[in-house]
C-alpha cells in the first residue's frame, strides 16, 4: 500500500523559511509528486511539481522565485524550500503523488496519493 507522509511545517515570520518533506513507501519511487495548498474557505490549490527524474519542476506564479522543489529518489522523499515567506502563503500543504512519471498535473483530481498535510502559518 502506498503511503506519503509529509512534515516539516510551523510557524514563522514573514521573510523566514522553512522546507517541507514528503517520504513515500510502498512501491517504487517513480511518481510525478506535487505539492498543494489549502487555505481556509479557499480551494486546494496547485505551488510546485517535479517528474519522476527531478529534471522538470513547475511552479505556480505566486510561488515563483522563492519556492524550489527538489527530490531524492535514493530516500523516497521530495521537498519544497520555502523561502521569503509571506503571511499569504499561511494554508495546510500536501504532498500528491502521480502514476505517470513525467507529465505534473496541476489538478489534484489527477493525483493517485496523498499525505496528511502539514501546517504552514506565516505571522506578518
Known amino acids: 500500500q502506498v503511503r506519503l507522509v509529509d512534515f516539516g511545517g510551523g510557524l514563522v515570520q514573514a521573510g523566514g523559511s522553512l522546507r517541507l518533506s514528503c517520504v513515500v513507501s510502498?512501491?517504487?519511487?517513480?511518481?510525478?509528486m506535487g505539492w498543494f495548498r489549502q487555505a481556509p474557505g479557499k480551494e486546494r490549490e496547485f505551488v510546485s511539481g517535479?517528474?519522476?527524474?527531478?529534471?522538470?519542476?513547475y511552479y505556480a506564479d505566486s510561488v515563483k522565485g522563492r519556492f524550489t522543489i527538489s527530490r531524492d529518489n535514493t530516500k523516497n522523499t521530495v521537498y519544497l524550500q520555502m523561502n521569503s515567506l509571506k503571511p499569504e502563503d499561511t494554508a495546510l500543504y500536501y504532498c500528491?503523488?502521480?502514476?505517470?512519471?513525467?507529465?505534473?498535473?496541476?489538478?489534484?483530481?489527477?493525483?493517485?496519493?496523498w499525505g496528511q498535510g502539514t501546517q504552514v502559518t506565516v505571522s506578518s
Open positions: 500528491a503523488a502521480d502514476n505517470g512519471r513525467i507529465s505534473v498535473p496541476v489538478d489534484p483530481g489527477k493525483y493517485d496519493y
Open positions: 510502498g512501491r517504487t519511487f517513480d511518481y510525478a
Open positions: 517535479v517528474d519522476w527524474s527531478g529534471r522538470r519542476t
